[in-house]
Nanobody
């Protein structure tokens, strides 16, 4: 099993950057696909980015394409989300998640972190 802990959220101004980290427990982290999701008040949880076990395949939601970058360091059991050119509409609770297979549906992910709040001020 995998336990996930996010960090790096906070308050940032429009146009700024944040780097989220998700630390995973266990020695099998490298076998899991990882995803970042976010949920804003009154909205459904949506895919932000996903990465397969090796990092060779990456997916980005349309709203963050070109601005966010997902990466992973399996030796450190950590997945990252670099967020640049942040906009107020990026404000949400961000969750990292782990899945056995590379997917983009939230329902396909088995393990979830507690979430970290990102607030982008205008």
């Amino acid at each position: 099993q995998v336990q996930l802990v996010e960090s790096g959220g906070g308050l940032v101004q429009t146009g700024g950057s944040l780097r989220l980290s998700c630390a995973a427990s266990g020695r099998t982290f490298g076998t899991y696909a990882m995803g970042w999701f976010r949920q804003a008040p009154g909205k459904e949880r949506e895919i932000v980015a996903a990465i397969n076990w090796s990092g060779s395949s990456r997916f980005y939601g349309d709203s963050v394409q070109g601005r966010f970058t997902i990466s992973r360091d399996n030796a450190k059991n950590t997945v990252y989300l670099q967020m640049n050119s942040l906009k107020p509409e990026d404000t949400a609770v961000y969750y990292c998640a782990a899945a056995q297979y590379y997917r983009v549906r939230a329902s396909d992910y088995n393990y979830w972190g507690q979430g970290t709040l990102v607030t982008v001020s205008s």
